[in-house]
């Protein structure tokens, strides 16, 4: 058990009550399987019963008895149309299910309006008996809540993956597609249990290499690949290189506004889609860390996106454009060019100039990933403009899959954000499933954590990151400690006291992170380039916009209305006054907005410099903490799993000291206040 199957190892089902009520419905199945979706779903079906409760399902009936039935309202089984009603059968929508238990009927049937219903249906009751639910009750219509739910992949076409660190790319290697169609299924098995739907298979950064993805001489590759995602209910997109086009030599320009460029990206468009029937459609990251884009042709982003716009819209293709644009050789003496304003202060003039099918993908928060930064101000701002909000699960900033950080507690804690875009009770979740502003395409999209390690995230606990960011994009109103208690049971089994350990870990984990890292929402201080491990000044005294204004009085980022950047007037409603006062603000963001001395006392009571203190040493304790609670269950989950992650903890124990060190006597030193508990600093 090396975690490779993840959270669908399918554990025995312990023999109790619900093993016996198990049995009792699912021995036999029907399913019309004419559809490889549906075959899909069959065969997944049947893997879960063998390993949940040893049986061997037959397929077909046995006359009266109790069984599983699987099928659309259009084909297959006419029983499934008897066993619900109208009602319910005209509320699936597209992607959705109907599950329900009839006695009448004897069976469990999971009906849907296409094939990848059904295959959620099945995932949904195979989750359901992994964590020992009852099904004789059930009813429902389960839908998604979110159009668009993503994966993106950092993917390189010489196997590295940009901010991976799990290993090197499952797809690539040394600038090959890699043929592992069975690592390749499990992969699309396990995105699709989750709910997602599209995947980008290549780097936001598009070098040479993968430019040539989008040329005949790839595109068997890429849509070998896409045939492999289809059966499982998912669109393959690919990121371009926006100049592209002058990539072969075809052309001298990117031009969005010339109309050879336009013809090359329509011609461009039909050969995909001669390949790939069902592609998505193109990400693209523009103007952007010496990337390309339109503002080399003196065009903004409208024309740039809406030109690749008018190339895919025949075919029903989307374009995913990034909002992550900003000057990375920053002067600070123009503070209006802060980079937290820069998403908001290019693409808010733009709202409503976009087609129909451009999407904007916009990161959490308005900096990049940080274990603490507010909500992007575009959440809301944007009015006539479809977007996604983009998530990372890969750690880059939040302990590289050495440190334990189950991040969707930190997701839910933006969703949840109120942006008063409507006045109160306009959250961030609702912007994003396209409800406040009705948008046609809406969702999330989020950076992958995968790589080749056995167990796909290189910390096993990771996992439970890559499973939460699915379950959320499928239902932003699961709670943080309900995802995590369903990852836990399905990868680890039913016992409750090994759950309520892990499930604790995992949700005391980005406080704990957060303490002995960077402190109060100023975030950054970190090593250059790689990111990982403390460094106070790493990012200070470059041109990245990365800064923290630490010396020997005060530390923070005046990011306020009058003396300082501006940024906070880009909120609405209350949200702009809270931000902007140093007396409202929030603890955890203070210095994000306020630049402030150390001896300001926070809403805590403490000052700034005795909170510094304070959380790196708890924080440090809390991560040594961690060992000890894992190790409670040595003998109560399988060694090969546990092993992992004991290892894994002991590494973050050890760090989380050296972050604590490095940190407090960086601040003991530029302050020279003492910690007023006198403890040890270097
Ligand atoms: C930053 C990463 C960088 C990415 C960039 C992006 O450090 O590797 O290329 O974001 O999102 O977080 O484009």
Redesign the pocket.
Known sequence: DSGYEAWLAYPAVPSGNQRDQYLQWCKYVEADTGNTTIRAALTEWKRGMQSMLGLGVLEGQESGAPRIILGTWNEGNPLITTVFDEETIRSTGPEGFAIRCSREHQCIAIGASAPVGVLYGVFHLLRLMGTLADLEELDEVIRPVNGLRMINH?DNFDGSI??GYAGRSFLYENNRFIDEPERLRDYARLMSSTGINGISIN???VHQQETLFISKEYLSDVARIADQFRDYGIRLFLSVNFAAPMHGGDLDTADPLDPQVRQWWRAKAAELYEAIPDFGGFIV?AD??NRPGPFTYGRNHADGANMLAEALEPFGGLVIW?C?VYNCKQDWRDRKTDRARAAYDHFKPLDGQFKDNVILQI?NGPM??QVREPVSPLFGALEKTNHLIEF?ITQ??TGQQRHLCYLVPQWKEILEFDTYAKGEGSPVKRVVDGSLWGNRCSGMAA?TNVGRDVNWTGHLLAQANLYGYGRLSWDPELSAEAIASEWTALTFGSNPDAARIVIAMLMDSWNIYESYTAPLGVGWMVNPEH?YGPNVDGYEYSQWGTYHFADHQGIGVDRTLNTGTGYSGQYMGLNAERYDSVESCPDELLLFFHHVPYTHVLHSGKTVIQHIYDTHFEGAEQAAELVNRWSSLKGRIADSLYDQVAERLKGQAVHAKEWRDQINTYFYRKSGIEDMQQRTIY
């Open positions: 950092w940009e901010r780097n936001v950064n990251k952007s860390e990034r992550f990161k990049d990933f990372q880059e900033y950076v990111h």
